[in-house]
């Protein structure tokens, strides 16, 4: 822009705004060559600072507020440690289960949902190794208890690209899950829907569950997407 419009997009005299653009020039935010001013890569500065801090949890808060409240079901993130899954994100909107879930609570992953799409993001031998010295719990009658099982199901949520769990970490909890990707394709987290039994049959939960959480995975993973590119760009600068 010209030094005559930038004092008309943002109503300063000529001679304030030329002020301001060659402090601007001088601290490398704008350059100029004399007639027209340009902004520089350095804006980026501005917002890295806040962009590279954000984490995981804090990128996926509104997409699973929302999905929330589309679906009107508790949503969660989880990650993968061990043969674990630790929840670092999660949205309630009433009291599913009999064990109270926090930010930092655990669960077996072969018993859930979350767990089965980080287990399957992993290759079968290294899903055979992380089970080899470890029993796979049966936490009721439903759960899968054998690695060749797991290994089968596993397979099938590789394929599928989600896992719904029906009553296996718990009587009367059934459970959708996705996996969050990122942009060179990794999986990072997974994100799920939780719900009751008594509300709807697996076949309609799923119907009512898919499409938003599939909605809520691809903003999730574009959030990703934008916060990594700014810093690999601030980081070739």
């Not at 949503?75 to 009291?95: E, F, H, M, N, Q």
Request: include cysteine.
């Amino acid at each position: 822009m010209s030094l005559s419009e930038v004092a008309r997009r943002t109503g300063l005299t000529r001679a304030t705004a030329r002020r301001f653009l060659l402090t601007l020039c001088e601290l490398g935010y704008v350059r100029t060559d004399g007639k027209v001013f340009a902004l520089t890569v350095r804006v980026l500065d501005l917002g890295y600072s806040y962009l590279s801090g954000l984490r995981l949890q804090d990128l996926a808060m509104q997409h699973l507020e929302r999905l929330a409240a589309t679906v009107q079901e508790t949503t969660s993130v989880s990650v993968l440690d061990g043969t674990d899954i630790v929840y670092v994100a999660r949205v309630p909107t009433k009291r599913i289960m009999s064990i109270g879930i926090t930010i930092g609570t655990r669960f077996p992953a072969h018993a859930t949902s979350m767990g089965r799409v980080l287990l399957a993001a992993l290759p079968p031998e290294e899903v055979a190794t992380r089970y080899a010295s470890v029993p796979l719990e049966r936490r009721t009658s439903r759960t899968i208890a054998a690695l060749a099982d797991l290994l089968a199901e596993l397979e099938r949520v590789r394929a599928q690209g989600w896992s719904l769990t029906d009553q296996e970490l718990e009587h009367g909890l059934r459970s959708m899950a996705m996996p969050i990707a990122d942009a060179q394709g990794r999986v990072l987290a997974a994100v799920n829907v939780s719900s009751h039994v008594s509300t709807r049959d697996a076949a309609s939960f799923r119907a009512l569950v898919a499409e938003p959480l599939a909605d809520a995975v691809r903003g999730i993973e574009s959030e990703l997407a934008r916060t990594s590119a700014v810093s690999r760009l601030m980081a070739s600068h």
